[in-house]
């Protein structure tokens, strides 16, 4: 089985996902406000791990829900569908539902198929297909909307960062000493290549946290926005590009941007949802999603004056050597401090690991 | 690229290899000690690295030094070598050691190939493949032999593990409460697969750590002992299996067995060492190399009286989904407190990740 999946085996990891109660009962809203929606529908879950989204489907009032799920966990799910007296409605289905096949049509597709930064992953691919392949033309995907969101950050992760980089060149100069002095070896024709390599890791790599809504300077930007029933397969494999502008009210040093996402489960424009659950990974008071923020640290800082703005662009590309993991670049990146003050800022490479 | 690799490409992981000084000290002295065995002979290094065994060679005479690496690592592998001034002497050949050719057979294969537990990562098949595709008749492998060792322990970390173990699982009941009352879900009958995914994770799986000599309960046995130039390739891919007997001297409880090895460096029949190099990673005061000793737990503790013995046999086996990783047995083990007192123990697993 390829790697990706794995993690996804063990309920240790399935735990970690239930218990992020946001992600769960945004899940569990979604279905039980919506059962009008629900009711003697065909319901298809794509990935469904330990079964939970199935069960809620089949509370909700689904009269049949397709189960698809490519790990082993799916044993789990059966053990977890049949302890809720639920086996006559929900059908678990070992397989990647690029290879599974349904006897009928559905009316739902639910999924979980979220990762950092809504794209990585790429498992919205499966959900694609699974519509392309399973869904009746006026059915629902839930969710049925997802935005992209940045904010400019003040962060004192990104400050360690920084530090955390410059103490491992100082300790890899350190090594290059030992080396030549045990070894008679001269290792420094590798120096350079070493600080690419952890300026890569520690700077230029996305950060997991959870940003506090004190650490915004200025109202977060959605960048971009995708209606799951009509984007194309195509399109989410091509680089998603995008503009932003960020406005800063107050004298600042921006440290860095935080990158979220929100999804919406509205249904669909002939079976729209009673009550429109959000799912938001913003950053938040009463603390972060299992998914947190993405912080892209623009360290030492970019300092700005009151009322100005950063704009810039974005794009979003998979990675040649994994498509599950992707880059970001922010170019032509200008802070705007009022009608013909603009001045260009540097240009921004990051992974997403 | 398999996976298995991509942490080699690494200058990060490199450097952590090369300043373990037990390790890099030991080829070093290995080379430099025995400069007649490598004066104008023909060195081939499996899997050079950074290359750094390959310059060690060159240095201690070789006329001509073939450097095999499968990863990008190759080119700062070359790099180095050319900052040296050696690259007359070392060609760098990026490939796998299966698939590449070289134009001559050696004298020599220096290679650094052990793994955690000796065998883990099961490098020493890309050796052997060296060795019968490229080795002289009268050539002669570095390290020549390698020996496996277990030794009765008393460790905190065992008991760590186990309350670690213990702790998970009540988290898993809250967690398991928390489900049905906020979702009507009962996932109960999840439990007993999570808490042995969790025992599988805490107590069966090896643990690296750094032993001191102070902790061993009695002495290591030798359980295991391969001459590197007539092993052959289907002998090292089946299990090994030995059996072993640990004097305890003392009362005392055994709550683990650390794992190690050792490599000597003695050249071949026909072309010995001058000066005998020993690897050692066994329990030290002055710090455990990077490969640390592997611990298995026998949690909650064996209770052994004055002049008792444990014997028994282990097995390591390959595993089936990962060829790299391995699976270890204790079966078949008794304590025996004199003549005809003899008391059977449990049988343990351990997954060596």
Redesign the interface.
């Given at each position: 089985m390829a790697?990706y999946f794995i993690t996804y085996s063990?309920?240790?990891h399935q735990?970690d996902m239930?218990?992020d109660?946001v992600r769960?009962?945004a899940y569990?809203n979604a279905c039980m406000r919506n059962k009008a929606q629900f009711k003697d529908r065909v319901v298809l879950d794509v990935g469904t791990g330990?079964g939970?989204l199935a069960?809620?489907a089949a509370?909700a009032g689904a009269k049949k829900v397709y189960a698809v799920e490519a790990t082993s966990m799916a044993q789990?799910a059966r053990?977890?569908v049949?302890?809720?007296g639920l086996s006559k409605v929900v059908e678990v289905i070992q397989g990647t539902i690029e290879s599974v096949t349904l006897p009928e049509k559905v009316d739902i597709i639910i999924s979980e198929w979220m990762g950092y930064f809504l794209l990585r992953e790429s498992m919205l691919d499966s959900v694609l297909v699974a519509r392309d392949k399973f869904l009746k033309p006026d059915g629902a995907l839930y969710p049925s909307h997802a935005r992209m969101f940045l904010a400019p950050i003040r962060s004192q992760l990104t400050q360690n960062r920084f530090q955390e980089c410059s103490n491992?060149v100082e300790n890899?100069h350190d090594?290059v000493a030992?080396?030549k002095e045990?070894?008679?070896?001269?290792?420094?024709?590798?120096t350079e290549?070493?600080i690419e390599?952890?300026q890569d890791?520690f700077v230029k790599t996305a950060t997991w946290a959870d940003v506090h809504p004190n650490q915004l300077l200025g109202p977060p930007v959605c960048f971009a926005s995708l209606d799951l029933l009509t984007v194309t397969q195509d399109e989410i494999k091509k680089a998603l590009e995008a503009n932003y502008s960020m406005h800063l009210p107050q004298m600042c040093t921006v440290e860095g941007l935080a990158g979220f996402f929100d999804v919406e489960f509205k249904g669909s424009p002939s079976n729209p949802a009673t009550d429109c659950v959000l799912l938001s990974t913003a950053p938040s008071a009463t603390g972060a999603t299992h998914w947190g923020q993405l912080i892209f640290s623009l360290q030492p800082g970019i300092p700005c004056p009151q009322n100005s703005t950063i704009e810039g662009k974005i794009d979003i590309t998979r990675r040649g050597d994994n498509h599950r993991l992707l880059d970001v670049t922010l170019s032509e990146q200008a802070l705007r401090m009022g009608e013909n003050n603009r001045k260009d800022l540097a240009k921004y490479l990051f992974h997403i690991e």
């Amino acid at each position: 089985m390829a790697n990706y999946f794995i993690t996804y085996s063990y309920l240790y990891h399935q735990k970690d996902m239930l218990e992020d109660h946001v992600r769960t009962g945004a899940y569990f809203n979604a279905c039980m406000r919506n059962k009008a929606q629900f009711k003697d529908r065909v319901v298809l879950d794509v990935g469904t791990g330990s079964g939970i989204l199935a069960i809620f489907a089949a509370k909700a009032g689904a009269k049949k829900v397709y189960a698809v799920e490519a790990t082993s966990m799916a044993q789990h799910a059966r053990e977890l569908v049949d302890a809720q007296g639920l086996s006559k409605v929900v059908e678990v289905i070992q397989g990647t539902i690029e290879s599974v096949t349904l006897p009928e049509k559905v009316d739902i597709i639910i999924s979980e198929w979220m990762g950092y930064f809504l794209l990585r992953e790429s498992m919205l691919d499966s959900v694609l297909v699974a519509r392309d392949k399973f869904l009746k033309p006026d059915g629902a995907l839930y969710p049925s909307h997802a935005r992209m969101f940045l904010a400019p950050i003040r962060s004192q992760l990104t400050q360690n960062r920084f530090q955390e980089c410059s103490n491992s060149v100082e300790n890899w100069h350190d090594f290059v000493a030992d080396m030549k002095e045990y070894y008679d070896v001269d290792l420094n024709c590798l120096t350079e290549s070493f600080i690419e390599e952890q300026q890569d890791y520690f700077v230029k790599t996305a950060t997991w946290a959870d940003v506090h809504p004190n650490q915004l300077l200025g109202p977060p930007v959605c960048f971009a926005s995708l209606d799951l029933l009509t984007v194309t397969q195509d399109e989410i494999k091509k680089a998603l590009e995008a503009n932003y502008s960020m406005h800063l009210p107050q004298m600042c040093t921006v440290e860095g941007l935080a990158g979220f996402f929100d999804v919406e489960f509205k249904g669909s424009p002939s079976n729209p949802a009673t009550d429109c659950v959000l799912l938001s990974t913003a950053p938040s008071a009463t603390g972060a999603t299992h998914w947190g923020q993405l912080i892209f640290s623009l360290q030492p800082g970019i300092p700005c004056p009151q009322n100005s703005t950063i704009e810039g662009k974005i794009d979003i590309t998979r990675r040649g050597d994994n498509h599950r993991l992707l880059d970001v670049t922010l170019s032509e990146q200008a802070l705007r401090m009022g009608e013909n003050n603009r001045k260009d800022l540097a240009k921004y490479l990051f992974h997403i690991e």
